[in-house]
């Protein structure tokens, strides 16, 4: 009994070892991992995002739109610190090189949704906002 204990609990490790982990800087957009690294928001000039009628409106604004060729507007209702939180995108504008850009999220379910822009280059990270919350009460 011992001896398949033991055997029961090596073969899950084993069959466990194999299932890698996102790591804190991992974003999933459009089905399509991107690893990132740790950003700092300094290409961001602001973010907000509040309530418009029955979603919300995402606000943002760049100080420099070199290098950047769209944004990928992403919403969570789990907690954003997380770093398995699973982020959902909601828009990918194009960066036109205006100085601010604005999303309204039409569709959103009651609660606390936090919102971020994470600003691309194809498909490399430039740049992640910092994270804003929005509390949705039952419509």
């Keep these: 009994m011992k001896a398949l204990s033991i055997a029961l609990i090596t073969s899950s490790i084993i069959s466990l070892s194999w299932i890698s982990k996102p790591s804190a800087t991992t974003s999933i957009s459009a089905g399509k991992k991107i690893e990132t690294?740790?950003?700092?928001?300094?290409?961001?000039?602001?973010?907000?995002?509040?309530?418009?009628?029955?979603?919300?409106?995402?606000?943002?604004?760049?100080?420099?739109?070199?290098g950047i060729?769209?944004?990928?507007?992403?919403?969570?209702?789990?907690?954003?610190?997380?770093?398995?939180?699973?982020?959902?995108?909601?828009?990918?504008?194009?960066?036109?090189?205006?100085?601010?850009?604005?999303?309204?999220?039409?569709?959103?379910?009651?609660?606390?949704?936090?919102?971020r822009v994470v600003a691309m280059n194809g498909l490399t990270v430039v740049d992640v906002s910092n994270v804003e919350t929005v509390h949705i009460v039952q419509h």
């Design 69 to 115: 060729t769209d944004f990928v507007v992403e919403q969570t209702y789990e907690d954003p610190t997380d770093p398995y939180a699973n982020w959902t995108e909601v828009a990918n504008p194009s960066c036109v090189g205006d100085r601010s850009y604005k999303h309204t999220d039409a569709v959103c379910f009651p609660g606390f949704i936090n919102y």
């Design 37 to 66: 690294k740790i950003t700092s928001g300094e290409r961001f000039s602001f973010f907000r995002a509040h309530r418009q009628g029955k979603g919300v409106t995402a606000t943002w604004g760049v100080t420099n739109s070199n």
